[in-house]
């Protein structure tokens, strides 16, 4: 039943390696977006997809490579992983409308990657 | 640049009292202001949300007031629970042209102890 889900949960690695973050959302939406969390629980987006299409790409270093098969998934991989990289990251979905606001950005729990 | 501003960092309040947030922002293009709430190791879920052609917005316990000229809007929790403590942030968003999507741009987050 949960509406939008990360895997994993958590996830702990080595400065240098290459870790994957899948995320699905069964709500049919068709935006998905990539959420960072620094550890002041600052919250800014990184990247935006709407129907498979990059829409928004906040500046983020290009190690971070999301990519979207499906409008129901969006996944973030990240390579060359380094010690700032740790935070929490979130994916989140929502639906466009013609007009006025999307529908409410639903999150999912969030991946907490440690980097070491 | 921090678009959105949000204060107090930390807030406590007595069982029952009233818990005031507020947040500024810049953009005068933002025309979508939701607040969100986050229990720990939770995502963040949408608490209300305002559209800048009310002044106030009020669901249950919980109210927006908006100032439009003064680019101010803020969070009242009345009757303040300990089920209420949590990290509360408001957020801002353009909804017209461009390719925002639905890009929700934050404030830093308050934590919110009500104390029973």
């Known amino acids: 039943d949960t509406a939008v889900s990360q895997t994993p949960k958590y996830l702990v690695t080595q400065m240098g390696n290459d870790k994957s973050i899948k995320c699905e959302q069964n709500l049919g939406h068709d935006t998905m977006y990539w959420y960072k969390q620094d550890s002041k629980k600052f919250l800014k987006i990184m990247f935006s997809y709407n129907n498979k299409e990059l829409i928004i790409n906040e500046t983020v270093p290009n190690r971070f490579s999301p990519k979207s098969p499906d409008k129901a998934h969006l996944n973030l991989h990240i390579n060359s992983l380094e010690l700032g990289d740790s935070a929490v990251y979130f994916c989140?979905?929502?639906?466009?409308?013609?007009?006025?606001?999307?529908?409410?950005?639903?999150f999912g729990q969030g991946t907490r990657l440690t980097v070491v | 640049q921090q678009q959105v501003k949000q204060s107090p960092q930390s807030l406590i309040v007595q069982k029952g009292g009233i818990s005031i947030i507020n947040c500024a922002y810049e953009?005068?293009?933002?025309?979508?202001f939701p607040w969100y709430q986050q229990f720990p190791g939770k995502g963040p879920a949408l608490l209300i949300a305002?559209?800048?052609?009310?002044s106030e917005k009020k669901e249950g316990r919980f109210t927006i007031s908006f100032n439009k000229s003064a680019k101010q809007f803020s969070l009242h929790i009345m009757d303040s629970q300990p089920g209420d403590s949590a990290t509360y942030f408001c957020a801002a968003s353009r909804t017209a042209g461009g390719t925002s999507y639905g890009k929700l741009t934050f404030g830093q987050g308050t934590i919110l102890t009500v104390h029973p």
């Open positions: 305002i559209r800048p052609d009310v």
């Open positions: 989140a979905s929502s639906q466009r409308r013609d007009r006025g606001p999307n529908t409410e950005a639903f």
């Open positions: 953009n005068t293009a933002f025309d979508y």
